[in-house]
């Protein structure tokens, strides 16, 4: 056995000496990256240089300064009506038409950036935060409060979200005399979303954590003596990471639209403020005569969900070192 | 291998644990047991392998796993250099972590895909700060990538960047990380190919020898247990069935048990193999949920009288018309325990 031992020693010892070489080389280059990296030093070395990233970076970025912005991009009011030209074809003076009571939906467009991606972008951050947060304690902790905690989260899953939506907002507003402010409409609208989807949320993250708590490297963790808290955070929580990832960028579409629902039935976001789900359900009863009504508000919903899926997907692979 | 000094480093006596099985929804009620370990001794001294073997389910993995502290007791004691380690707590226990690592089975679940390879054997210094200050740290985990033959340069790569020897070898420079006394390799090389299992062997014996380690080494393969053990313990059910150095056991089995696994190791020599008697068990390893009556083996063995269903053969050296078994044959101290009524030697399956 030693002489097998001392026969790779050996040629471990010729190889160090090729290596030697090679290092010396690597040194002026390498030094910067000498110190230890992580995984997210090393996913956000690899993010940097993805086309996805940086194309979905960039319209996301373009859609934030337009709804914090929104006089930068377009100078007409988006709620002075001109009857005189309802449900007018886009022209070289209103690119994208008018709508059916003579509003510029292009500029109806640009302001209702903001709405739409303030409750879709909160919502979906709360429904995944709250989920991931009861679902890594269910999951890991298992037995009673697993059981307590799951039968908990169904009791909201178990709610038709638009009637859980009504039951709430009417309670949020009962005592409120006028129109209330649209911050507090929007406030509203996000925790709804937020309180009745996050135990789908949950669901993922608990099956994810699970898996990940019955591997080996866990096992071995806890040989060496690891916390709870080192290994949900270092161990369970980065490997449930990519199919919570899939959902929110998933949800944040829906979470759009979902407002869409609720300011149709009158429980969402009012007059003044502008929002493209708006927008989109005042369209269908114009769908056939007037389709740049619906056509430009979805297609500018349709690029922002597709920049935040895009830019999940390219999260979520820098995250996995497989995919490299 | 070093000799074994006198002073055991680790004793472990009637160590038993059982899994109850559940019934029910809301309220479980437990309906049994399974006796996955059911009354294990033994004893390890320092820089010594004790190698464990014994097939899929007698107990071997969950034996691990409570040594490790991953599983507690059901009953049973276990002392570490004298102290009892199921009593540990706290700041005791992470000492006693120091001391006794673990080298687990699947080198492809082992280690974490989403960490490098720098921090996953440096996770052992930050768990236990004390053991080396930070600015060493990133020195010592190229240290120990050396010690098991990888490249020092490689701690900025990903596990899957490597072949299954040498994840393997990333699990064993973790558990060295804390320079351990005790070692448990739980079937260190049975996930790898054979033309890798002698290296990943030959490295756990270097280093071995290298800093006076000890062994726990649980297979189900005798031929790679035989390579490294000093001492072997074959269970069945969760029992050890017969204890013996190298030689007693690979030699001299005295077990049936143990003689139908040695009559099973494949022979590479045709002539040989047909010199050699075979033992062929029939039927299943029965559940350990419900273990057969007095000699768990006596299902399948072609021995067994109503002595062995009324009567639980004890762990001893075994004697036979006031002579003890294994000095018949030959006087150099053979004799070794065995659980058995009728224990004997039968040299004729071995090759």
């Known amino acids: 056995m030693t002489d097998t031992g001392e026969a790779q020693r050996s040629i471990g010892s010729a190889g160090a000496a090729a290596q030697a070489t090679v290092e010396a080389q690597d040194k002026a280059s390498s030094t910067k990256t000498e110190k230890q990296r992580g995984l997210w030093g090393d996913a956000w070395r690899d993010l940097r240089r993805r086309p996805l990233f940086i194309v979905a970076s960039a319209i996301i970025l373009f859609l934030l300064v337009m709804s914090v912005f929104p006089g930068l991009f377009a100078s007409t009011d988006p709620n002075v009506q001109i009857l005189d030209k309802a449900r007018d074809d886009p022209s070289a003076e209103a690119w994208f038409g008018y709508d059916h009571l003579g509003r510029d939906i292009y500029a109806r467009v640009v302001y209702g950036a903001r709405a739409s991606i303030i409750v879709g972008v909160l919502s979906t951050v709360l429904v995944v935060l709250l989920g991931s947060v009861v679902g890594v304690i269910t999951g890991y902790a298992g037995g009673k409060t697993d059981s307590f905690l799951s039968r908990f989260a169904e009791i909201f899953l178990g709610l038709p979200f638009v009637l859980g939506a009504i039951v709430i907002l009417s309670v949020f507003n009962a005592g409120v005399a006028g129109t209330p402010s649209s911050t507090r409409i929007m406030t509203q609208v996000i925790v709804t979303i937020g309180v009745l989807a996050w135990p789908i949320c949950m669901r993922i993250m608990r099956s994810a954590a699970i898996a990940a708590k019955q591997q080996d490297y866990v096992k071995a963790a806890k040989a060496l003596g690891a916390s709870h808290s080192r290994i949900i955070f270092k161990h369970v929580l980065p490997n449930c990471l990519a199919p919570v990832m899939v959902y929110a960028t998933i949800a944040l579409g829906g979470f759009i639209g979902l407002e869409a629902t609720l300011s149709y039935l009158g429980l969402g976001l009012k007059y003044p403020v502008v929002s493209w789900g708006m927008m989109i359900s005042v369209s269908q009863q114009y769908i056939v005569s007037t389709p740049h009504m619906l056509v430009f508000p979805a297609l500018f919903l349709i690029v922002t969900v597709l920049a935040f899926v895009m830019l999940g997907d390219a999260v979520r692979d820098a995250l996995d070192p497989k995919q490299k | ?351």
């Open chain 2, 1 to 351: 291998m070093t000799e074994a000094s006198a002073e055991p480093i680790l004793q472990v006596r009637d160590l038993v644990k059982h899994f109850p099985v559940t019934q029910g929804v809301v309220f479980k009620r437990t309906i049994g047991h399974v006796r996955a370990v059911d009354g294990v001794s033994f004893d390890l001294h320092k820089g010594e392998t004790l190698g464990v073997v014994g097939e899929s389910g007698c107990g071997k993995s969950t034996l691990a796993q409570v040594l490790m502290r991953l599983e507690q007791p059901t009953s049973g004691t276990a002392l570490f250099e004298g102290e009892d380690m199921f009593a540990k707590k706290g700041a005791d226990l992470r000492r006693l972590r120091r001391d006794m690592q673990i080298v687990l089975q699947d080198p492809y679940t082992s280690l974490n895909p989403r960490k490098t390879v720098g921090d996953i054997v440096g996770e052992p210094f930050e768990i236990h700060p004390e053991v080396a200050p930070k600015g060493e740290r990133q020195r010592k985990v190229q240290e120990l990538l050396d010690i098991v033959g990888l490249n020092p340069e490689h701690v900025h790569r990903y596990p899957h960047q490597f072949s299954g020897g040498q994840r393997q070898r990333i699990g064993i420079a973790r558990a060295l990380a804390l320079k351990p006394k005790v070692i448990v390799c739980d079937e260190p090389v049975s996930a790898l190919d054979v033309s890798i299992q002698a290296q990943v062997m030959n490295l756990l014996g270097e280093l071995q020898s290298e800093f006076g380690l000890s062994y726990i080494f649980i297979a189900h393969d005798l031929g790679v247990v035989r390579h490294l053990s000093d001492r072997v313990g074959v269970m069945y059910l969760g029992k050890m069935v017969e204890t013996g150095t190298e030689d007693q056991i690979y030699e001299h089995p005295q077990h049936p048990y143990t003689q139908a696994l040695l009559s099973s190791v494949p022979v590479p020599d045709p002539t040989l193999r047909d010199r050699r008697e075979m033992i062929r068990l029939s039927g299943d390893v029965p559940s350990p949920a419900n273990p057969p009556s007095g000699c768990r083996f006596r299902t399948r063995c072609w021995k067994a009288t109503d002595l062995c269903a009324e009567q639980q053969p004890a762990l001893e050296i075994r004697r036979e018309g006031g002579q003890v078994v294994g000095d018949e044959l030959s006087t150099d101290g053979n004799a070794h325990p065995s659980a058995c009524h009728f224990a004997e030697e039968r040299p004729h399956v071995v090759a």
